[in-house]
């Protein structure tokens, strides 16, 4: 099951994004290729093989990783807290 993405982590992550898209997207291609290399194919094969503009779908799904993964770190910082 997905964890649940909260607003505080939204308001979070687009601040960090919406400082420079750019470079934040840059940095998360960096990021992905070593932490899951096959999760960044899946997304530049996603973003090459679209009608749409591919920056903007790799920036989409870069961005919902990240949501996932701070939602994530949270549920398990909370789980641990509980034990």
């Known amino acids: 099951m997905l964890p649940i993405i909260t607003e505080e982590h939204?308001?979070?992550?687009?601040?960090?994004?919406?400082?420079d898209v750019h470079a934040w997207r840059k940095k998360m291609i960096h990021y992905i290729k070593e932490e899951n290399p096959e999760i960044n194919t899946a997304i530049i094969e996603a973003?090459?093989?679209?009608?749409l503009d591919p920056k903007a779908v790799a920036l989409g799904a870069y961005m919902t990783y990240a949501l996932l993964e701070l939602a994530m770190k949270d549920e398990d910082l909370i789980s641990r807290e509980e034990e």
């Open 47 to 51: 973003a090459n093989n679209t009608d």
């Open 10 to 19: 939204s308001s979070l992550t687009f601040a960090e994004i919406f400082q």
